[in-house]
Structures are given as C-alpha cells and as structure tokens.
C-alpha cells in the first residue's frame, strides 16, 4: 500500500479509504489509485487487511470451464493430495479469456490462498504481476509454457499432436484433416503440431483441412459438412478434442460413412466413452489424473515442507490405436 501510495502520489490515508471507500475519494485521485493498483499488480487484503503474512488453508484452482468432463480426474487427484495435509480446494472458472482470469486470480489472492492451480498457461501481464507478487506457489497444468510463472506438471499439446498425426501418416493417411476449436490457447498449439508432424511426413498442408468448430457434438457434425462440402477426398480427421470425434463419428453413421473405410477419425484425450462407441476411436490418453496429483503434491512441498521441488514435469501421453483408423 505504501508503494501504491507512492506511485500515485498520495497517502496511504487515501490509498485505502480509495480501496475500501471510492465513493469518498474524487474521481481524478480515485483513477489515479487503481492506476498504481493496476502497475504494481497490488491485491488489496479484504480478509486480514493488517495481517499481510497471513495465508488460509484454501489452494485456488482455475478452470477454463467447469462444465468439460475432462478435468475431473485433475480435480479429484488434487483434492484427493490436499485433503489428508489439511487443505481444501476451491474452483473458479476463466473462460481461456486473459481478463476474466485476471478478475479470478485476484480475488483468490484477496482471500489469502496458499497457492494456486492454473490450467491456463497464457496470461495477462497484470496476472503475472500478482502472481509474482503475492509470493505464493504457482502450479500451471494445461502444457508446458516455455516460460513458466512457477511450476509445471503438464503435457505437451504440441508434441502430443504432433505425435497422433504421425502416427496417422505410419497407417498409410495421406490427406488428414485437423478439427478444433477456435480461440482456444491448447488447441492452437495443438494445431502447429499437427502441421509440423504433415511437413515431417512429406504432406503438404492444406488449408482446406482444417477447421474450426463449436463444443460439443455439434462440432463433429460440422466438421463432417465441412470435410464434404471443402475436401471430400479427405481420408482421415484429427479431432482436437474427444466430444468432436464422437459427434463426427456419430455424423458419418448417420450419412452412411463407413469408419475408417471411408475417414478415419482420432481423437484427443481418452475418455471412458471413446472405448465403447462402434469403431472404438483410437485416441491420446492423457495423465489427467497424474497432472493433478503432482501440481498438489508441488505446492505442498512448497507450502508445507518447504522444499524446493523441480519447476517442470513433463508427464507425457500415450497413443491408443483403435478400430475408428
């Protein structure tokens, strides 16, 4: 608050009463406050506003969405890991918007967390701010970003890709198609490893091959539309994501499709579902439930023991070849 105070050329009177009471403060000093607030990426203490060293027994984890299935196994290892050392788990959701993330982060860092959970990896830069200043462990989990807030238990989206596309290549796939969601960090990434593993095969890309599609079943029906209508001699799609192959899958029955003897379908992740549809869909088993135990056993090593555990675990992935290819 004195450094606040500083930057903005006040007392630390009127830092807080700004805080704690705006409608007191005139507007010119007021936005000159939350000016210095938003430099110094500063999280006022709405718990313990005299007591600055206090922390709770809470670790915050920031999802980009609580309604995908796929984190599950995160969130119970991790809570699983937390519970037994006395602590409890507390979900937010950041929508992979920087801003909404940025609000999420500081409001756990007002409540006195002891350490952090980001799925995340790309950040805002007032986020990094409060993370770096706040002083508490840092644990990110959806890949493994080359420059890392703390620490990292992850996989990586790139080579993961990377690596399913080249195995479509070895089965004889020529003209692959790539379908995944727009605007979304982790399947961007998974995009440049699919074109890396084409130009490492000797496939030359094709922007016909490539789309964006909504969430959910609907995005494997619109890939389906699209390979059709855009590249109907596609021979097999990558989906970015396990409900799009199974809508996809689903699309080609109802048009008649045979799988794979007409495209063949992969898929990213592994859920419970993708060995039980017919053809089951080969697919990319992530450690999801691993991830989850090594990010809480990281900040307990850091909070509790006081250790100094290593900053990155790659935890890899596997592929599992099925009948869809």
């Known amino acids: 608050m004195h450094e606040v105070a500083e930057l903005a050329g006040v007392s630390r009177m009127t830092v807080s009463r700004a805080l704690n009471h705006p409608e007191k403060v005139k507007e010119k000093v007021r936005l000159r406050v939350f000016e210095a607030v938003s430099q110094l990426g500063y999280v006022h203490n709405h718990l313990a506003r005299s007591l600055s060293s206090n922390r709770s027994n809470v670790i915050g984890l920031v999802l980009p969405s609580l309604e995908n299935s796929i984190f599950s196994q995160t969130v119970k290892a991790i809570s699983d890991v937390l519970r037994p050392a006395g602590f ?120 016909r091959r490539m789309v964006a599609v909504s969430r959910g079943f609907v995005g494997g029906t619109e890939a389906i539309a699209h390979i059709e209508q855009s590249a109907p001699d596609t021979d097999a799609v990558f989906c970015a994501g396990d409900v799009i192959a199974v809508g996809a899958l689903l699309e080609c029955n109802r048009r008649g499709w045979d799988v794979p003897g007409r495209l063949a379908i992969a898929s990213y992740d592994d859920l419970e579902l993708m060995r039980h549809v017919n053809p089951p869909i080969t697919a990319l088993r992530l450690p999801r439930h691993e991830i989850g135990r090594r990010s809480a056993e990281m900040l307990l090593a850091r909070i509790v023991d006081r250790e100094l555990p290593a900053r990155s675990a790659d935890l890899g992935f596997e592929i599992l070849q099925r009948g869809s290819t």
Do not use: C, W
């Open 88 to 207: 409890h788990l507390m979900l937010a959701e950041a929508t992979d918007d920087a801003k909404v993330e940025e609000a999420v982060i500081a409001a756990f860092i007002s409540q006195r967390v002891a350490g952090l959970v980001l799925h995340g990896t790309q950040h805002s830069p007032a986020s990094i701010r409060m993370l770096k200043g706040a002083n508490i462990p840092v644990v990110e989990n959806g890949d493994i970003p080359t420059e890392p807030i703390d620490m990292v238990a992850s996989y990586s989206n790139r080579a993961a890709s990377r690596a399913m596309t080249l195995h479509l290549a070895r089965l004889g796939y020529k003209k692959i198609a790539f379908a995944s969601l727009a605007n979304n960090p982790r399947a961007a990434e998974r995009q440049i490893g699919f074109l890396e593993a084409l130009e490492e095969a000797g496939h030359k890309p094709d922007p």
